[in-house]
């Protein structure tokens, strides 16, 4: 192949390199704009929560969701810090809806997504080189959760 023909290769892999890399970053910043407007819309209906359950309206994994979507966009462009901070909102809400009533089912459902969030939580803090955050978030939910050891791994 001629030196001509690589050089033409070499400045079209370029070209399809800077191209693919700009989809990319359209794609992150278009993912996060609308999981932006979804966690918005979940706030919401947060809002309303009573309402909300007499039409069978489940805010709470809404809420969910919304958090660990926009975390988990923030970590694939490893925006640590605001990933951490969506994980961390969702345990905490979960941690206060297991407060307002305790003995409720929705308790038991509740630290079942407090089980599920957690181990969420220690894949994030594993994936971002944090494992000691994890361990400081268990030691808040111990001091402050019911019963936290059996939930905990």
Not at 11 to 22: A, L, P, Q, R
Not at 53 to 75: A, D, M, Q, R
Not at 78 to 95: G, H, M, P, Q
Not at 119 to 138: A, C, G, I, P, V
């Amino acid at each position: 192949m001629s030196t001509t023909d690589l050089i033409h290769i070499e400045n079209d892999w370029k070209n399809v390199t800077i191209t693919g890399n700009n989809l990319v970053n359209t794609a992150v910043k278009k993912a996060l704009l609308n999981y932006k407007i979804a966690l918005n819309k979940a706030e919401k209906l947060m809002e309303h929560q009573f309402k909300c359950s007499k039409l069978k309206i489940p805010v709470t994994h809404i809420f969910i969701i919304s958090c660990n979507n926009l975390s988990e966009t923030y970590s694939l462009i490893k925006k640590w810090d605001k990933a951490e901070k969506l994980l961390k909102r969702s345990i905490y809400y979960i941690e206060y809806l297991n407060h307002q009533n305790p003995e409720s089912d929705s308790a038991y459902i509740a630290s079942k997504q407090l089980f599920k969030q957690l181990l969420l939580f220690k894949e994030f803090s594993e994936r971002s080189n944090q494992t000691h955050k994890y361990d400081e978030l268990q030691l808040h939910l111990n001091a402050n959760i019911k019963n936290y050891s059996t939930l905990s791994d």
